[in-house]
T-cell receptor, first 111, second 116 residues
Framework: DAKTTQPTSMDCAEGRAANLPCNHSTISGNEYVYWYRQIHSQGPQYIIHGLKNNETNEMASLIITEDRKSSTLILPHATLRDTAVYYCIVRAQGGSEKLVFGKGMKLTVNP | DTEVTQTPKHLVMGMTNKKSLKCEQHMGHRAMYWYKQKAKKPPELMFVYSYEKLSINESVPSRFSPECPNSSLLNLHLHALQPEDSALYLC???????????????FGSGTRLTVV
């Protein structure tokens, strides 16, 4: 599966949009981009995933560039409860059953 | 029911003890997973069960013994652990092979294990 690169950390003001970048320059055509987050001392939580089109759900939006080499997770109105480690993961369709976490990015939402 | 329930939430055990971690889900998921997470590190996959059969063992030491008695339950039996095995143990489930990619994994809140 392709590797991803995320910043180590990011701050965001409460009520503002949080834009979390992820680079996956070696992504293959059949690989999906997944986002999870882990709030302190809890299990990871699925947020959203996409292949090539932009996706939106009740939690967030996922913007994938046309060349699919990078993506951005958008939390439209960040709250203090969004403070967490965010993981961008790329997985191949029909690949192994593994979900492998990278180092992730710590998002801190400040009052 | 859209949850994965793990018990106990906290466990302290001696190096000579035998204990078990339990994971339960009633979402009809046929794939279940154990992950281990050390402090300030990402979760690391340990085992994968698919349709109650062990399909992946990530070279985990034999002092960790998984068991999947039915499609809703996953156990992790612990014996002769070392202090460095202290960690958060996470269970997850998902729809089975072939549909995994279309749906996210659901994780439990974990068992915080301390080996003394």
């Amino acid at each position: 599966d392709a590797k991803t690169t995320q910043p180590t950390s990011m701050d965001c003001a409460e009520g503002r949009a949080a834009n979390l970048p992820c680079n996956h320059s070696t992504i293959s055509g059949n690989e999906y981009v997944y986002w999870y987050r882990q709030i302190h001392s809890q299990g990871p939580q699925y947020i959203i995933h996409g292949l090539k089109n932009n996706e939106t759900n009740e939690m967030a939006s996922l913007i994938i560039t046309e060349d699919r080499k990078s993506s951005t997770l958008i939390l439209p109105h960040a709250t203090l409860r969004d403070t967490a480690v965010y993981y961008c993961i790329v997985r191949a369709q029909g690949g192994s059953e593994k979900l492998v976490f990278g180092k992730g990015m710590k998002l801190t939402v400040n009052p | 029911d859209t949850e994965v329930t793990q018990t106990p939430k906290h466990l302290v055990m001696g190096m000579t003890n035998k204990k078990s971690l339990k994971c339960e889900q009633h979402m009809g998921h046929r794939a279940m997973y154990w992950y281990k997470q050390k402090a300030k590190k990402p979760p690391e996959l340990m085992f994968v069960y698919s349709y109650e059969k062990l399909s992946i063992n990530e070279s985990v030491p034999s002092r960790f013994s998984p068991e999947c008695p039915n499609s809703s339950l996953l156990n992790l039996h612990l014996h002769a652990l070392q202090p460095e095995d202290s960690a958060l143990y996470l269970c997850a489930s998902s729809l089975a092979k072939g549909t995994l990619l279309l749906y996210g994994y659901t994780f439990g809140s974990g068992t915080r294990l301390t080996v003394v």
